[in-house]
C-alpha cells in the first residue's frame, strides 16, 4: 500500500486504495465521449492507470486500439480486448511511441510531486510526433465542496467526506460508495492545483496546454514543446 492510502470493503485493494470490486461495478460516464472528440479515429491510446477497463472497454467499442496501464495485475486481470501492461506509471519505459497518451482519474493530483512528475514524464516520453496527451484534472471545488454526495441513476451513492490537509499541500481525501449490497471506501493523497501551477507542472515535463476540452476545465489535451 501506497504510503498515506488505504481502502476497505470487500475484495482486493490495490497500492493507492482502490477496490476491485467496486471499480468493476462502476458504469462508465462520458469520458469515452469527450476522449473520442478530441483524438483521431482510430487512435493508438496508451491508457495510463486503466483499472479494471471502464473506459478501456467503450474506447475499444469505438473502433481505438488501447494499451492499458496498471500498477495492479488484480485490475487489469478485467481488461478484455486491450493489451495490458502491469507497472507503476512513473516508471514505464515501453520504447514505444502512442498517437494518444491519456492520464485520466485526477492521478496528476498525486500528493508526492516527484511521483507527479515521474507521471508527467512517462507522458511526455510515450507521446508520437504529432500526437497528444489528455489529462484529467480535479474540479475547482473539489476540495472545498465536501462533504459532498452523488446519487447514481444505477442505484448506489458516492461521498467525498473529507478533504483534510496534512502539510505541503497535500490533502487527505476520504470517499465513501455505497451500494444496497456493500460499501467500500478510499483514502488518498491528492494535491490541488491551480490553472497555473498545473500549466508549470506540464511545461516541467516539456508539455502545454493545447485546449481545455470542457467547460470545467476537467479535461485538457496538451501536446510535447519540442
Known amino acids: 500500500m501506497r504510503k498515506g492510502y488505504g481502502g476497505t470493503g470487500p475484495g482486493a485493494i490495490t497500492p493507492d486504495g482502490c477496490a476491485v470490486e467496486l471499480y468493476a461495478r462502476l ?22 492507470g486503466s483499472g479494471v477497463g471502464r473506459v478501456t472497454h467503450a474506447l475499444l467499442e469505438r473502433g ?17 480486448g486491450a493489451r495490458t501492461i502491469c507497472s507503476p506509471i512513473e516508471d514505464l519505459d515501453l520504447g514505444e511511441e502512442f498517437d494518444v497518451v491519456m492520464l485520466a482519474s485526477f492521478l496528476v493530483h498525486a500528493g508526492d510531486e516527484e511521483v507527479r512528475r515521474g507521471l508527467l514524464r512517462t ?74 501551477q498545473f500549466e508549470s507542472a506540464l511545461a516541467e515535463a516539456g508539455l502545454e496546454v493545447d485546449a481545455y476540452l470542457t467547460p470545467d476545465g476537467m479535461w485538457v489535451r496538451a501536446l510535447p514543446t519540442a
Open 27 to 48: 458504469p462508465v460516464g462520458s469520458e469515452p465521449d469527450v476522449i473520442a472528440a478530441a483524438v483521431p479515429a482510430g487512435a493508438h491510446i496508451l491508457e495510463l
Open 64 to 80: 481505438f486500439t488501447v494499451t492499458a496501464v496498471d500498477e495492479s495485475a488484480d485490475m487489469l486481470a478485467r481488461v478484455r
Open 123 to 196: 507522458c511526455a516520453r510515450h507521446v508520437a510526433e504529432g500526437g497528444c496527451v489528455l489529462i484529467q484534472r480535479e474540479g475547482e471545488d473539489y476540495h472545498t465542496e465536501v462533504p459532498r454526495e452523488r446519487v447514481d441513476p444505477s442505484g448506489f451513492t458516492v461521498r467525498i467526506l473529507s478533504a483534510d490537509p496534512v502539510g505541503d499541500g497535500v490533502n487527505s481525501v476520504h470517499a465513501e460508495y455505497v451500494f444496497p449490497d456493500a460499501v467500500w471506501t478510499q483514502t488518498f493523497l491528492s494535491r490541488p492545483l491551480t490553472r497555473e
